[in-house]
């Protein structure tokens, strides 16, 4: 009896913290998610290159930093750069070589926070096959139900900095920089679990 006692119990913990992670879940909205890159052209100018309906997961309880998880996944054929032959040349196998490694994957490994809006995230960036890791300056713009979908909803403005030679991209050195500046604008959204715990919680209507 004692053991089934125990067995029981375990599975209540289990649940309860099945339950607790669930909470937490929220998705990344694609159509309110991009990143932008920023690269030296020839010394003349910054060349600006857009990344859409970029795809991910979060863990986030804005109450612990600390505790966050982030998977993102960007397709890399998606890339807007305002010229079709030139964008056509990035997606080749002297850059971002999308034929053979068609998505780029960043995976969170940890979250330094800073203050209650502001963390320091750490993690795994995965580009044409390479693993590195980067830092993401991450600031919380906000974290509220939105005004028309009433979704419970998280905003948030990200920068990175990385040097496209760790991901074995040293085509043109004369005239593509070195050095690559993310800049990243992210809407996550809860998942369909935590949004019906809001809807019946009324602390968080």
Known sequence: MNALRKALFCLLLLSVSGLAVAADA?????????????VDHAGFSQALGLFPDVQ???????????????EVRIPLARLQIG???????????????AADFP???????????????????????TLRGVEREIMLTVRLNRLAR???????????SASAELDRR?????????????????????????TRNDQEHDDADPEHR
Not at 146 to 156: E, I, V, Y
Not at 166 to 190: C, K, S
């Open 26 to 38: 929220w998705r990344l909205d694609p159509v309110h998610t991009r990143v932008l890159f920023k």
């Open 56 to 70: 991910g997961e979060l863990r986030f309880d804005p109450a612990d930093w600390a505790s966050a998880r982030l």
């Open 83 to 97: 010229d079709d032959g030139w964008r056509d040349k990035l997606l080749t196998r002297a850059f971002f070589d």
């Open 103 to 125: 998505e780029a994957r960043f995976v969170s490994t940890r979250v330094e926070p800073v203050d209650a809006e502001n963390a320091r995230v750490f993690g795994q960036l």
């Open 146 to 156: 939105h005004p028309l979908t009433f979704r419970r909803t998280a905003g948030f």
């Open 166 to 190: 760790d991901f074995g991209m040293d085509a043109w050195p004369n005239v593509i920089g070195q050095t690559v500046q993310l800049e990243i604008q992210a809407e996550a959204t809860r």
